[in-house]
């Protein structure tokens, strides 16, 4: 077992159709994580693949500059921390990690960037809904504050899906007592955000991030938002 705060040995997984989805073990890990022994780190080579440019659904994701970000906040395998049964998604808004739990006691973890609506609810619902890149429609508070969004308001029909919109290449809604709690995890291409807070937005993870967890997450799967 290394010393706490050094890398092991990861590797990745190749999803059906070629698209690399992370099952990157152990990096320096959280206060409350425990790494995995016995591992592949991954290489430049895997990283490179799985942050590259790459079109999905027609719209073409840009390319992120992997080695700008703080290795921890690259998805990886960790002993599961939040105590929580396999197939539940929880978001630890202070430590900017969303995990998504699994058999064998062990958990997904993602580095997360955290908008100014991802502060303002906590507490357990369910992904009622998922959309591959879908339209964004503010909501009429944001309006309100900057009436240059009302091109894209609900009665003008949102705004086109593509790498420039808020969701980014996917969104996960969430409901709790079957009612939208206006919460969703969301792409971005905006890599500087991640292991932070914005000034927008609720959850984002990068968009190659964000198809690897939706290809993951259980349908209807319960979320916990710790804040």
């Known amino acids: 077992m290394p010393k706490p705060g050094l890398f092991k040995r990861r590797s990745l997984v190749v999803l059906s159709g070629g698209a690399l ?27 490179a693949a799985r942050y590259a440019a790459r079109t999905d659904g027609g ?28 197939g539940v998604v929880v978001v630890d808004v202070a430590n900017r990690f969303l995990y998504l739990t699994e058999d064998a006691g062990t958990a997904m973890r993602y580095g997360i960037g955290i908008g100014r609506a991802g502060f303002t ?19 009429s508070e944001m309006i309100a504050r900057q009436p240059e969004l009302r091109k894209y308001s609900y009665a003008n029909g949102g705004q086109a899906p593509g790498p420039n919109n808020p969701l980014g290449a996917r969104a996960l809604y969430i409901f709790q007592d079957g009612k939208d709690t206006l919460y969703r995890l969301h792409g971005t291409k905006d ?37």
């Open 121 to 139: 609810w906590s507490g357990e619902g369910a992904i009622q809904w998922r959309q591959k890149w879908p339209r964004w429609t503010p909501p």
């Open 59 to 86: 719209h073409l994701i840009p390319g992120v500059p992997f080695r700008k970000i703080d290795p921890k906040y690259y998805p990886q395998r960790v002993e599961n921390p939040t105590g929580e049964p396999a």
């Open 191 to 227: 890599w500087r955000s991640i292991g932070n807070a914005v000034s927008s937005g609720c959850v984002r993870l990068l968009n190659q991030d964000v198809i690897d967890l939706y290809a993951r997450v259980p349908a209807k799967a319960r979320i916990v938002v710790q804040q």
């Open 21 to 47: 989805a992370s099952a990157v073990l152990g990096s320096p890990v959280a206060a409350a994580d425990k790494s995995i022994s016995g591992q592949l780190e991954p290489s430049e080579r895997e990283l």
